[in-house]
């Protein structure tokens, strides 16, 4: 079972994954199997409870599924066996309320994991730091608190925080939902920046400009299944999904 | 009023002056704070344990997978309600006492007895204390901790607990207050601490007023003290987030 998945292509598989919540009667997810390349920058799309969220969730781990398999790099990450802790290193995730560490300092919420889990010294994540911070506009804020940022900025730091691990694959769940609209474009373009950069990422946005912009791959998802999978110039000039043609006339 | 205070000059001599009784105090006063601080490590300490296994049961019991850790959790959480009920529905001096007469029957060392019921004591508080500072983080913290590869005790040590610590540090200042009170009842295991030092002046002088007044003004000048310096670090806390 292990050979198959050690294409080196592929960065994540996932099989037949299902989600079913103990206090909840409906399926979050029921079987999904998709396959995510290296480079890909793959947009999540589908109607409110759909299961998106999940899915990202169930991808590192932060869901527990009821069913399926996901593999990560060739290891299986729904193997108990298998160290969940090393694996989340190599994941980033973007949430849509920041969650960043109020108690810490701009610097320490993006240098505490490098240096706690042992992947960097003290210097070495202090500078790769300050080269984040510098990438995303933010060079002044190093040394504030996360509650003296916008929510543009506390976003972008999130990224920055989870970027600090050199993250082989990034997870963003509605990064831009709890933003003003004005702050929306700073976010988008440090995503859009990432993913011109070669980075493999997953992202579950209503932001179609982005999709059409950047994804190499868009999927539809609705009552926790994939309903349609396709490149974006197919997937928005040609549905060929009576579903996702319905959802698609509403959110354009 | 000149004979008043004639009177009352001559009582204190008495009390505090004469045979350096004055001593008692002072050396039970230092007893008083031993106690109350070995006794604060300690109920910290459980505490912290305690309030962890009860807000992990409750947080994560029902999506846990069944095995073995799972029974585990659910057997320390059982022990840490057994332990939350005895402590907070028996009086501490009772407590003191079993410690003393009971527990500790063979030993001699009445500090490590009084330190060990005190610092149990006050964990039970101290627990209930500090899981409802964790709980009341928003559990986004936890999943962006371990979203980096953080398990679970390096995120509750490292972003969780100093969180909740913070909010509930006026509560944990009163309980340290209460402690303070509280081992008032040392003298019941014949243990010199400051009550137990104005009792033995009353025994040889047979006048209350002075050492009882004493030991008042001591205990209301260390809470003060205390209350205060509280005060001035939660401001210190309370700036950093801004
Ligand atoms: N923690 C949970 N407990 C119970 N049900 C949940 C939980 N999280 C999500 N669900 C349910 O799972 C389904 C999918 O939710 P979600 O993945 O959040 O959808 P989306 O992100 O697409 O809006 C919904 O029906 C939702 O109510
Ligand atoms: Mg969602």
């Known amino acids: ?252 | 009023m000149t004979e008043w205070f004639a009177h009352q000059k001559a009582l204190f001599f008495l009390n505090l002056i004469d045979d350096d009784r004055w001593r008692y105090l002072a050396d039970g006063l230092v007893l008083t704070l031993e106690i109350t601080f070995f006794a604060l490590i300690l109920g910290l300490t459980i505490g912290i344990i305690i309030a962890i296994i009860r807000a992990t049961h409750d947080n994560t019991y029902d999506t846990m997978a069944p095995g073995f850790g799972k029974i585990v959790l659910k057997v320390l959480n059982i022990i840490s309600k057994v332990y939350l009920t005895v402590i907070r529905g028996t009086p501490v001096v009772v407590q003191l006492l079993i410690m003393y007469y009971i527990i500790f029957a063979t030993s001699n060392n009445k500090l490590i007895v009084a330190v060990l019921a005190f610092g149990i004591n006050s964990g039970a508080y101290v627990a209930e204390i500090v899981r409802s500072g964790i709980m009341s983080i928003d559990k986004g913290q936890m999943e962006a901790g371990r979203s980096l590869g953080f398990n679970y005790v390096q995120t509750m040590t490292g972003i969780i607990i100093p969180q909740a610590f913070k909010n509930v540090l006026p509560a944990l200042a009163n309980e340290f207050i209460t402690l303070l009170k509280e081992t008032a009842v040392s003298g019941y295991i014949a243990l010199q601490d400051l009550t137990k030092g104005a009792y033995i002046i009353i025994g040889r002088t047979y006048s209350a007023f002075m050492p009882l007044i004493a030991i008042a003004l001591v205990y209301l000048v260390l809470v003060m003290f205390f209350t205060w310096l509280v005060g001035r670090l939660e401001r210190r806390l309370r700036s950093s987030d801004h």
């Open chain 1, 1 to 252: 079972m292990t050979t198959e998945h050690n294409d080196s292509n592929v960065l994540i598989e996932v099989q037949g994954l299902e989600k079913h919540f103990k206090n909840s009667t409906v399926r979050a997810l029921n079987g999904i199997d998709v396959k995510i390349n290296k480079g890909d920058v793959v947009v999540v799309i589908g109607p409110s409870g759909s299961g998106k969220s999940t899915f990202l969730r169930c991808l590192n781990l932060l869901e527990v599924p009821t069913g399926g398999h996901i593999w990560f790099e060739g290891q299986e990450i729904t193997d108990k066996k298998n160290d969940i802790n090393k694996m989340r290193q190599k994941m980033g995730m973007v949430f849509q309320s920041f969650n960043l560490f109020p108690h810490k300092s701009v610097r320490q919420n993006i240098t505490m994991a490098p240096i706690k889990l042992g992947v960097m010294k003290k210097d070495e994540a202090n500078r790769r730091a300050e080269e984040l911070v510098e990438r995303v506009g933010l060079p002044d804020k190093i040394d504030t608190y996360p509650n003296s940022l916008s929510g543009g900025q506390k976003q972008r730091i999130a990224i920055v925080r989870a970027l600090a691990m050199n993250p082989d694959v990034m997870l963003f769940d509605e990064p831009t939902s709890a933003l003003d609209p004005e702050m929306i474009g700073e976010v988008l373009d440090v995503m859009k920046e990432l993913a011109k950069e070669g980075m493999t990422m997953v992202v579950v946005t209503h932001e179609m400009g982005f999709a059409k912009e950047v994804a190499t791959r868009v999927i539809f998802m609705e009552d926790g299944k994939i309903l349609a999978e396709d490149t974006p110039e197919e997937f928005f000039d040609n549905p060929d999904n009576e579903r996702l043609r319905s959802f698609l006339s509403k959110v354009l």
